[in-house]
């Protein structure tokens, strides 16, 4: 069966700092890709998807950038952390419908 | 941007009860799907149904589309505590299979 870890579950980072969140796929091959981030309360935004080794699509521009270094492994990446970086991170696979990890919540000090 | 809407925003019932809710969207689709996400946690997929669909069942939930009206709803049919969660809507196309999520429905399931 699949299952999808995403770590670490909760972050308290400094403005400034950078940030590397990390989402592996096991049990299945070639998946599509995804990172969402949700704020308190509210719907996810879909921030990047992959359907392939290296290859990222962006849906809005922001502070963040992601990278698919093998075929089941989707980094999430900052070089300076924003307080508006706050909120909840969920990685997701999908063949069809999407299966999501547990998300991170992180926390810009 | 978001494309569904879902309505209305927050629900409270007494277990046993029905709870439904309703999502519309503005452009078209593939597929529409319903998550809930129990708070702080990931989302769970409850159903999907294609746009040629336009009713769709799952143990004790009922899904509708009408893509006329661009909108679907969800009906959980004797509604238990443990259904207080929110609730998605979330319409996908077929390129990358991405999906598009509405704003959600609290919904509070009082025993």
């Known amino acids: 069966s699949q299952t999808i870890h995403q770590w670490p579950a909760t972050l308290v980072q400094p403005v400034g700092s950078p940030l590397s969140l990390e989402c592996t796929v096991e049990g299945t091959s070639n998946p599509n890709l995804y990172w969402y981030r949700q704020a308190a309360g509210r719907g996810l935004q879909l921030l990047f998807y992959?359907?392939?080794?290296?290859?990222i699509s962006s849906e809005v521009p922001q502070n963040l950038s992601a990278s698919r270094p093998q075929d089941r492994q989707f980094i999430l990446s900052s070089k300076k952390l924003l307080l508006s970086d706050s909120g909840f991170y969920l990685c997701?696979?999908?063949?069809?419908?999407?299966?999501f990890g547990p998300g991170t919540r992180l926390t810009v000090t | 941007s978001q494309q569904g809407e879902e309505d209305p925003q927050a629900l409270s019932i007494q277990e046993g009860e029905n709870a439904t809710m309703n999502c519309s969207y503005k452009t078209s689709i593939n597929n529409l799907q319903w998550y809930r996400q129990n708070s702080g946690r990931g989302l769970v997929h409850l159903i999907l149904?294609?746009?040629?669909?336009r009713e769709k069942h799952s143990g004790r939930l009922r899904v509708t589309l009408d893509t006329s009206k661009k909108s679907s709803s969800l009906l959980i049919t004797a509604s238990r505590a443990a259904d207080t969660a929110s609730y998605f809507c979330?319409?996908?196309?077929?390129?990358?299979?991405?999906?598009?999520f509405g704003g959600g429905t609290r919904v509070l399931v009082k025993p």
């Open positions: 149904i294609r746009s040629n669909e």
């Open positions: 979330a319409t996908g196309v077929a390129a990358g299979n991405k999906l598009t």
């Open positions: 992959s359907v392939g080794i290296g290859q």
């Open positions: 997701a696979w999908s063949v069809t419908e999407q299966y």
